[in-house]
């Protein structure tokens, strides 16, 4: 079956820098673009970044262009998100999900499989 694991989140100061994983099994990662989505407290899910399958694409949502720098390994079928200059609006549970194609999307509900997140606090 598929899973998603995430890690890598924890608590940062303002300015400082964290890099989440997803590490994917139960399919053929490399022929599924991928996404991180975030939650933050009383808000809803916010599309946060997303890769394409080949890596020949990537796309961020614009709260985070120029900080968040999203990666996959399909030889380790892990994909990242790299998040420097952390802000205390970046705090939120971090989701990775899964397309259902090889092209981003950053329409929520084109996903067909998301983890459990990870936390992500930003605080002095």
């Known amino acids: 079956q598929v899973q998603l694991v995430e890690s890598g989140g924890g608590l940062a100061q303002p300015g400082g820098s964290l890099r989440l994983s997803c590490a994917a099994s139960g399919f053929t990662f490399s022929n599924y673009a991928m996404s991180w989505a975030r939650q933050a407290p009383g808000k809803g899910l916010e599309w946060v970044s997303g890769?394409?399958?080949?890596?020949?694409?990537?796309y961020y949502a614009d709260s985070v262009t120029g900080r968040f720098t999203i990666s996959r390994d399909n030889a380790k079928n892990t994909v990242y998100l790299r998040m420097n200059s952390l802000k205390p609006e970046d705090t939120a549970l971090y989701y990775c999900?899964?397309?259902?194609?090889?092209?981003?999307?950053?329409?929520?509900?084109?996903?067909?499989?998301w983890g459990q997140g990870t936390q992500v606090t930003v605080s002095s």
């Open positions: 999900a899964k397309a259902s194609n090889e092209r981003v999307s950053s329409t929520l509900a084109e996903f067909d499989y």
């Open positions: 890769i394409n399958s080949d890596s020949s694409g990537a």
